[in-house]
């Protein structure tokens, strides 16, 4: 059932800035469960579920836009070259396809390889949308394209191009199906832009100022083979970030979260995260500011085609949620 | 000859010093607008009154602010130390003439002449921390006599123009301030128009975070001149936009990814106009937009340029037609946006 949803999100279109199509799925899926839903001036989808009147005004923030490329030239061959939305690595790239919003399928290559252990820069490589010239090129300059790889459930682990954060997203529908009677006023924010500088839920947050302002986001594991040391795994439960390069979360919202956990015997991990941040960066600074942290969903192989989850960690980051969006937040 | 080009270029204005562009762009609009007023940054915003038919409030920016040099200490010899007030290439230094604070002192950045280098000087770029200007003072207290630290140098480059080509200092951005002051003196629209002629953009946007955060604009829209790169180019990689192929249209760059409503309408704009553009190489650079769009709970933006060879140096050219032509585009994309547009789907 849940494996569904994931599906039909991470397989979607929707980078950075050009988030039409994923906000419509996800304002279908959430339309039953909200007492209002808007977009904002950009582009944000706000649902709000109204609360007893006993408790604060939180904000949750899913971001739903996705990594991807966007066109800058067109060669007089129908080669299209072109450059980063958000953070992609030219080491994720060589036979990768990538989808536009009109359908087509670039395959990315790069120019001339002179040594096999050097990774040319993005600006050598081009996509081959199946043109012979300029002139028949079905991609002009300015085009938005995302990564295209099908999702694959294996065992618990769940992989996809665009877990970074429509994983979040699931997170936050499922937490919005499954709360009744909640003291607190909630918006759930399903954010654009968060991959070129968490812009989105700076400006949700600048006009709904929250006094808690919670980020569903993916983090990095320490659990590969020769990886950078970090002390989050996957299958180890949803990670209660502490602090990140853009954010010290709210300590008594760290305690919060860790107590609930504890208190519902869900299995939990602490994070720190050395490179990144999230929404929650955002919402932090905002306005007067708010009181900010996030749970995250651990991550294998962030920002390639293949990001990789754990279902459990899935489920135990909703089930946290919840018990953390359905008692008192006393800070 | 274009004299609005001619009297915004000509004018100083080096970021955090804008008194002087400040008061000419003032006269040059006083008559044309329902009110005026210089808000604590040093902004000058305008209201145009529209005729009443649409209730958008909308802003249209351009920086008035120029890169130069700032004074920072006086030698014992009477030469000056300084530092860069926005981004240079330091090659773009040496040599050249500049005119040094309220009175306008003419100074130029001293470089040693290439009889006095040695072979391998010349293989060297001087960095900016090394270069000196010289107004001509004997010693320390005649400079200090004439010049405080803290002043402004900017450059003096008198505008010209040959057959469709415009030569002056400082396009950027004045180009888009002239482009401004032309709306301001047209029809009404059918909504009140914002103008902000902007400070401190060259040094991180930061005049237009402030009028941004005033005016809570229901759309903007940010006149720039960007950085033509039209130049011989062996490689068919990537080139930037180039002078005379008609106003350039931002997608995305460093700071931000503009509203697609708005780009989609400024083509579709231009498509039925007849005005020729070109879309900016997406990747780098920044303007205005990325903190008007991003301030309070945000406002759909994009960005309409002349485009300009070599940005912050002494000299840069742009195309007369672009520049009449960004009016034009402008203009007709602001009478036709309506606030469905505006809305998202």
Redesign the interface.
Same mark, same amino acid.
């Given at each position: 059932m849940m494996n569904e949803l994931i599906q039909k999100l991470v397989e979607a279109y929707g980078p950075s800035g050009f988030e039409d199509h994923i906000r419509r799925l996800i304002r279908a899926e959430i339309e039953p469960f909200a007492d209002e839903i808007s977009v904002d001036a950009l582009g944000n989808l706000i649902a709000r579920k109204k609360g007893s009147g006993a408790g604060l005004k939180v904000m949750v923030a899913a971001h739903m836009d996705e990594i991807g490329v966007m066109a800058t030239h067109i060669t007089k061959e129908g080669f299209v070259r072109f450059t980063n939305i958000g953070g992609v690595s030219p080491h994720t790239l060589l036979g990768n396809r990538v989808e536009f919003d009109n359908g087509v399928i670039g395959i990315v290559f790069c120019d001339k390889i002179e040594d096999r252990n050097q990774v040319h820069p993005l600006n050598k490589h081009f996509l081959d949308v199946g043109a012979s010239s300029r002139e028949d090129c079905p991609i002009s300059v300015g085009a938005a394209g995302v990564f295209q790889r099908n999702f694959l459930a294996q065992g618990d682990h769940l992989t996809a191009k665009s877990m970074d954060d429509r994983i979040g997203c699931v997170v936050a529908i499922e937490t919005l199906k499954r709360l009744e009677d909640i003291p607190h006023d909630l918006y759930f924010v399903f954010s654009v832009q968060e991959e070129v500088g968490t812009r989105g839920a700076l400006t949700a947050a600048n006009h709904l100022l929250p006094d808690v302002g919670i980020a569903l986001d993916v983090t990095l594991t320490g659990d590969l083979p020769e990886a950078r040391p970090m002390a989050v795994s996957l299958g180890q439960g949803p990670a209660i970030k502490v602090k990140d390069s853009g954010m010290i979360a709210h300590a008594g919202l760290v305690q919060l979260m860790r107590r609930r956990a504890e208190e519902a015997g869900l299995p939990f991990q602490m994070e720190v995260l050395d490179g990144g941040t999230t929404d929650a960066r955002s919402m932090q600074v905002a306005g007067p500011g708010c009181a900010a942290g996030c749970i995250s969903i651990p991550c294998r192989y962030v920002h390639s085609q293949s990001e990789t989850v754990s279902a459990q960690d899935v489920e135990n980051g909703i089930k946290l949620l919840t018990a953390v969006l359905s008692q008192p937040i006393d800070l | 000859m274009n004299e609005l080009l001619k009297q915004l270029t000509e004018a100083v204005g080096v970021s955090g010093d804008e008194k002087e562009i400040r008061l000419l762009i003032r006269d040059l609009i006083a008559d044309h607008v329902a009110e005026w007023r210089v808000d604590a940054l040093g902004n000058l915003i305008a209201r145009k009154p529209g005729t009443g038919e649409s209730s958008l409030r909308v802003l249209v920016d351009a920086h008035m602010d120029e890169v130069g040099l700032m004074i920072t200490d006086v030698d014992s010899n009477g030469t000056l130390q300084f530092e860069t007030v926005g981004g240079f290439d330091d090659r773009a230094l040496l040599g050249k003439v500049v005119q040094v604070g309220p009175q306008k002192l003419p100074g130029v950045i001293g470089a040693r002449p290439v009889h006095l280098l040695k072979p391998n000087q010349r293989q060297e770029i001087v960095k900016v921390e090394a270069m000196r200007l010289d107004i001509g003072a004997k010693n320390k207290d005649e400079a200090a006599g004439k010049v405080k630290i803290g002043d402004r140098a900017a450059f003096v480059t008198d505008y010209e123009e040959v057959a469709d080509t415009a030569v002056g200092k400082a396009f950027d951005n004045r180009a888009g301030c002239a482009a401004l002051i032309e709306l301001l003196r047209g029809e009404p629209y059918p909504f009140d128009l914002y103008a902000s002629f902007t400070v401190q953009e060259e040094v991180g946007l930061r005049g237009a975070q402030v009028v941004a955060y005033d005016i809570a604009p +229901?759309a903007a829209l940010i006149l720039e001149c960007t950085p033509a790169y039209d130049l011989p180019n062996e490689k +068919? *990689?990537? =080139?930037n936009v180039a002078l005379g192929r008609g106003p350039s249209i931002y *997608?995305?760059d460093a !700071?931000t990814?503009?509203? =697609?409503r708005l *780009?989609s309408h400024i083509t579709r704009t231009a498509a039925a106009e007849q005005i020729p553009f070109q879309?900016r190489? #997406? !990747?780098g650079g920044g303007t205005n937009t990325a903190a008007i769009?991003?301030? !309070? #709970? !945000?406002? #759909?933006a994009a960005t309409i340029a002349v485009p300009g060879r070599y940005a912050h140096t002494p000299t840069m050219m742009i195309s007369l037609t672009d520049y009449h032509n960004v009016v034009k585009l402008a203009d007709a994309a602001l009478r036709r946006l309506t606030p469905e547009l505006?809305q998202?789907?």
């Amino acid at each position: 059932m849940m494996n569904e949803l994931i599906q039909k999100l991470v397989e979607a279109y929707g980078p950075s800035g050009f988030e039409d199509h994923i906000r419509r799925l996800i304002r279908a899926e959430i339309e039953p469960f909200a007492d209002e839903i808007s977009v904002d001036a950009l582009g944000n989808l706000i649902a709000r579920k109204k609360g007893s009147g006993a408790g604060l005004k939180v904000m949750v923030a899913a971001h739903m836009d996705e990594i991807g490329v966007m066109a800058t030239h067109i060669t007089k061959e129908g080669f299209v070259r072109f450059t980063n939305i958000g953070g992609v690595s030219p080491h994720t790239l060589l036979g990768n396809r990538v989808e536009f919003d009109n359908g087509v399928i670039g395959i990315v290559f790069c120019d001339k390889i002179e040594d096999r252990n050097q990774v040319h820069p993005l600006n050598k490589h081009f996509l081959d949308v199946g043109a012979s010239s300029r002139e028949d090129c079905p991609i002009s300059v300015g085009a938005a394209g995302v990564f295209q790889r099908n999702f694959l459930a294996q065992g618990d682990h769940l992989t996809a191009k665009s877990m970074d954060d429509r994983i979040g997203c699931v997170v936050a529908i499922e937490t919005l199906k499954r709360l009744e009677d909640i003291p607190h006023d909630l918006y759930f924010v399903f954010s654009v832009q968060e991959e070129v500088g968490t812009r989105g839920a700076l400006t949700a947050a600048n006009h709904l100022l929250p006094d808690v302002g919670i980020a569903l986001d993916v983090t990095l594991t320490g659990d590969l083979p020769e990886a950078r040391p970090m002390a989050v795994s996957l299958g180890q439960g949803p990670a209660i970030k502490v602090k990140d390069s853009g954010m010290i979360a709210h300590a008594g919202l760290v305690q919060l979260m860790r107590r609930r956990a504890e208190e519902a015997g869900l299995p939990f991990q602490m994070e720190v995260l050395d490179g990144g941040t999230t929404d929650a960066r955002s919402m932090q600074v905002a306005g007067p500011g708010c009181a900010a942290g996030c749970i995250s969903i651990p991550c294998r192989y962030v920002h390639s085609q293949s990001e990789t989850v754990s279902a459990q960690d899935v489920e135990n980051g909703i089930k946290l949620l919840t018990a953390v969006l359905s008692q008192p937040i006393d800070l | 000859m274009n004299e609005l080009l001619k009297q915004l270029t000509e004018a100083v204005g080096v970021s955090g010093d804008e008194k002087e562009i400040r008061l000419l762009i003032r006269d040059l609009i006083a008559d044309h607008v329902a009110e005026w007023r210089v808000d604590a940054l040093g902004n000058l915003i305008a209201r145009k009154p529209g005729t009443g038919e649409s209730s958008l409030r909308v802003l249209v920016d351009a920086h008035m602010d120029e890169v130069g040099l700032m004074i920072t200490d006086v030698d014992s010899n009477g030469t000056l130390q300084f530092e860069t007030v926005g981004g240079f290439d330091d090659r773009a230094l040496l040599g050249k003439v500049v005119q040094v604070g309220p009175q306008k002192l003419p100074g130029v950045i001293g470089a040693r002449p290439v009889h006095l280098l040695k072979p391998n000087q010349r293989q060297e770029i001087v960095k900016v921390e090394a270069m000196r200007l010289d107004i001509g003072a004997k010693n320390k207290d005649e400079a200090a006599g004439k010049v405080k630290i803290g002043d402004r140098a900017a450059f003096v480059t008198d505008y010209e123009e040959v057959a469709d080509t415009a030569v002056g200092k400082a396009f950027d951005n004045r180009a888009g301030c002239a482009a401004l002051i032309e709306l301001l003196r047209g029809e009404p629209y059918p909504f009140d128009l914002y103008a902000s002629f902007t400070v401190q953009e060259e040094v991180g946007l930061r005049g237009a975070q402030v009028v941004a955060y005033d005016i809570a604009p +229901d759309a903007a829209l940010i006149l720039e001149c960007t950085p033509a790169y039209d130049l011989p180019n062996e490689k +068919d *990689v990537s =080139p930037n936009v180039a002078l005379g192929r008609g106003p350039s249209i931002y *997608v995305m760059d460093a !700071g931000t990814i503009q509203d =697609p409503r708005l *780009v989609s309408h400024i083509t579709r704009t231009a498509a039925a106009e007849q005005i020729p553009f070109q879309i900016r190489q #997406p !990747g780098g650079g920044g303007t205005n937009t990325a903190a008007i769009q991003k301030t !309070g #709970p !945000g406002v #759909p933006a994009a960005t309409i340029a002349v485009p300009g060879r070599y940005a912050h140096t002494p000299t840069m050219m742009i195309s007369l037609t672009d520049y009449h032509n960004v009016v034009k585009l402008a203009d007709a994309a602001l009478r036709r946006l309506t606030p469905e547009l505006l809305q998202h789907r």
